[in-house]
């Protein structure tokens, strides 16, 4: 048995101690116990990292057969990119349980045990090497994220949670149909009666070309729900308006990767119908991009705003893995893993400011930045990684997807800069209004950052800077899975 098995396992345990745990002298003795299983996993997310070789395949494996009947197998391990995903889910679970007190106060245990139960089941998806167990864990995150919207979240969470719930489930139905059509091809050719992707992808490789098109066209549509593309997104505003904090951070940081992550594995199992795409996947990616960021130049409401520039953002990702190119789709793993940083940042310190104000709108909050200059430091460096400056995290994936884009499609991918553009102007704008305007509240003050919330914020700002001055490390790691995507 390898050891990514403790990647799953140690969360569901942490998830049973936090329900025997005291609640000590200040009733937060369930979140101190989930703050340090979360670290555990953390620690191990990170040496398993350190230790990967890049380009020797998949490691850590643990390899069980499960469901004979169908020869679904429990197929675990950890290859360059899986290893990322598995750090990234890791850090961004930690951050978000340090940003409890600041952005919720107190919470209970059962918000804490759904909370461990929802990083197991993210990386249960990212580790999964059978297609079967990958659309396992991938419905099973529907469930902890469900109740973390549905009991914690503001006043319309009852729509939010059903909204998330009913997109993805859709979606996830048409991604089942394809892998069914997939797994019954393999079995029809003789090459393995399972659901283990290494043996899809062979079959695949000699399958009508029109199968391939339907296998296509299914997984991509379900992971499309995910990431999301226009104009799959409409779950996403509401559920990040309505989300507690801690949950937005996992939504946008880490639950939108699966998607992405997905479309590389996809990419891995029918290139060909990739290749055939490809300039549907350039539109799609387009319209993501510019439409995600006219949506977040128009919001008044923070958290929306944030959501709707995730949405912009992750079309680089689709841009990147549509490219076909070891340099585009390298760059569509670093952009993953910036802006989750970028986002969990950003969403800790709106949390931040709606808990003392009880106000998300950027017009109400005008000036609230100018007292406090913890905030309005990590604020402002957030919100140039998010345009993408030189020298911080979001330049780089950005520009290693536009030259693969290049390289694939030719001058038209220069259609991007209009969300490049947008995408500075809105966070010029925020930066205006919070940090640089008079205040439009008389009494209204922002108490500057504790310790705690700095705890949570500085490592994610610290990472913003040293990813975009020194990238290889990251790009590196996802290096060794790519060169199976080229043309």
């Known amino acids: 048995m ?44 990170l040496i398993m990292a350190l230790r990967i070789e890049s380009g020797a395949g998949v490691q850590y494996v643990t390899n069980i057969a499960w469901i004979t009947e169908i020869g679904v197998q429990f197929h675990i391990g950890l290859d360059g990119l899986t290893a990322l995903m598995t750090l990234l889910t890791a850090l961004l679970s930690v951050a978000a349980l340090v940003a409890v007190p600041g952005t919720m106060g107190k919470v209970n245990r059962p918000f804490l ?30 469930i902890p994220m469900f109740f973390l919207i549905g009991v914690w979240g ?19 139905v048409v991604m ?21 992707m290494s043996v899809i992808a062979e079959a695949m490789q000699s399958a009508p070309a029109s199968l391939q098109v339907f296998v296509f066209i299914c997984v ?33 940081g880490i639950l939108l990767k699966m998607g992405g992550y997905g479309m590389i594995r996809l990419s891995e199992m029918v290139p060909g119908a990739f290749q055939m795409f490809g300039s549907a996947v350039l539109v799609l990616g387009l319209v993501t991009i510019i439409y995600g960021a006219v949506l977040a130049f128009r919001q008044d409401d923070l958290k929306a705003m944030i959501a709707y520039s995730s949405v912009s953002h992750m079309g680089f990702v689709v841009l990147g893995i549509g490219s076909m190119t070891e340099i585009g789709v390298r760059g569509a793993a670093v952009q993953m893993f910036s802006h989750g940083l970028v986002t969990a940042a950003l969403f800790a310190l709106v949390g931040v400011v709606y808990a003392q104000t009880h106000s998300r709108s950027l017009i109400l909050s005008s000036g609230i930045g100018r007292g406090s200059p913890r905030f309005a430091i990590l ?38 800069g209009i969300g ?56 590196n790691l996802a290096a060794g899975v790519l060169p199976a ?3």
């Not at 503001?154 to 996830?172: E, K």
């Not at 779950?235 to 946008?252: K, Q």
């Open 2 to 45: 390898g050891a990514s098995v403790l990647l799953l396992g140690l969360p569901i345990l942490g998830s049973i101690a936090i329900i025997f745990a005291p609640a000590g002298n200040d009733g937060r003795g369930p979140l101190w116990t989930a703050i340090a299983a979360a670290g555990v996993v953390l620690a191990t997310a």
């Open 113 to 142: 045990v759904w909370f461990l139960l929802l990083e197991a089941t993210v990386m249960g998806v990212f580790l999964a090497r059978d297609w079967f167990l990958f659309y396992l864990f991938w419905e099973l995150a529907l």
């Open 154 to 172: 503001g006043q319309r969470r009852a729509r939010a949670a059903y909204s998330f719930f009913l997109y993805t489930l859709a979606g996830s």
């Open 176 to 196: 089942l149909i394809g892998l069914m059509a997939a797994y019954l091809e393999a079995t029809a050719q003789g090459i393995a009666h399972g659901f283990e």
């Open 220 to 252: 991509f549509a379900g992971m499309a729900v995910k990431v999301p593309v226009v104009p799959l997104h409409g779950w996403l505003p509401m559920a990040h308006v309505e989300a507690p904090v801690p949950a937005s951070i996992m939504l946008s």
């Open 379 to 416: 604020m402002t460096l957030a919100l140039l990684a998010s345009m993408g400056l030189p020298g911080l995290s979001g330049f780089v994936g950005e520009f290693q997807v536009l030259m693969g884009g290049y390289e694939r499609w030719g001058q038209s991918v220069a259609i991007a």
């Open 420 to 475: 490049i553009l947008l995408v500075t102007a809105y966070s010029l704008r925020v930066f205006r209004r919070l940090i640089l305007a008079p205040s439009q509240r008389e009494g209204v003050v922002l108490r500057d950052l504790g310790a705690l919330d700095l705890a949570g914020i500085v490592p994610l700002a610290i990472l913003m800077v040293l990813l975009g001055l020194f990238p290889s490390p990251i790009a």
């Open 485 to 487: 995507v080229q043309p």
